[in-house]
T-cell receptor
Framework: DAMVIQNPRYQVTQFGKPVTLSCSQT?????MYWYQQKSSQAPKLLFH???????NEADTPDNFQSRRPNTSFCFLDIRSPGLGDAAMYLC?????????????FGPGTRLTVL | DQQVKQNSPSLSVQEGRISILNCDYT??????FLWYKKYPAEGPTFLIS?????DKNEDGRFTVFLNKSAKHLSLHIVPSQPGDSAVYFC????????????FGTGTRLKVLA
């Protein structure tokens, strides 16, 4: 089955210790997104890649970076996690950006910052 | 500023009855809307969509209604089943000029057997 996979599902890190979250897809979609979702809040878009073109949302902190080495994989790097970065991180993909393209989500990685 | 609002954090419905989940939006440029369903420990999965050229879209037990003048949409599930128990998110997009979906905060539906 074509899908969006996120690893790990649960990640614990220490305050200030860099952490990387991973997303892979077998849908061969052009676009990959990273969302942050805190408890009882809406998913918040951090950035997306259209192929290799990176687009950062204006309010995404510099502490968050992303890499997309190939079509299938995308990484979220948090350089110096703070307590406020504890959240669920959702990866999503879509065929394109315009129009009615549906976003397909992975199961998420729950990040805990100690 | 929350452009997409789901004002009911939770809803309980008896099995077999109708579930109605509501969503309000403030941006009049939004013209395409989605509902996603999310089970615990899984990502959101697409459920149903509606474009602003329609006021209703139906898929099996799921129907979405759109009232553009009120900037309101609702998802009806008839009949509700215990397997429908999940968190439901609505999302909105302006088809021209943006790539972004704006999500609501979700409504947790519990269908009681």
């Amino acid at each position: 089955d074509a899908m969006v996979i996120q690893n790990p599902r649960y990640q614990v890190t220490q305050f200030g210790k860099p952490v990387t979250l991973s997303c892979s897809q077998t849908l061969n979609h052009n676009v990959m997104y990273w969302y942050q979702q805190k408890s009882s809040q809406a998913p918040k878009l951090l950035f997306h890649y259209y192929d290799k073109d990176f687009n950062n949302e204006a309010d995404t902190p510099d502490n968050f970076q992303s890499r997309r080495p190939n079509t299938s994989f995308c990484f979220l790097d948090i350089r110096s996690p703070g307590l406020g970065d504890a959240a669920m991180y959702l990866c999503a993909t879509s065929r394109g950006l315009a129009g009615r393209d549906t976003q397909y989500f992975g199961p998420g990685t729950r990040l805990t910052v100690l | 500023d929350q452009q997409v609002k789901q004002n009911s954090p939770s809803l309980s419905v008896q099995e077999g009855r109708i579930s109605i989940l509501n969503c309000d939006y403030t941006n009049s440029m939004f013209d395409y809307f989605l509902w996603y369903k999310k089970y615990p420990a899984e990502g959101p999965t697409f459920l149903i969509s509606i474009s602003s050229i329609k006021d209703k879209n139906e898929d099996g037990r799921f129907t979405v209604f759109l009232n553009k003048s009120a900037k309101h949409l609702s998802l009806h599930i008839v009949p509700s089943q215990p397997g429908d128990s999940a968190v439901y998110f609505c999302a909105a997009k302006a088809l021209s000029g943006t790539y972004k979906y704006i999500f609501g905060t979700g409504t947790r539906l519990k269908v009681l057997a």
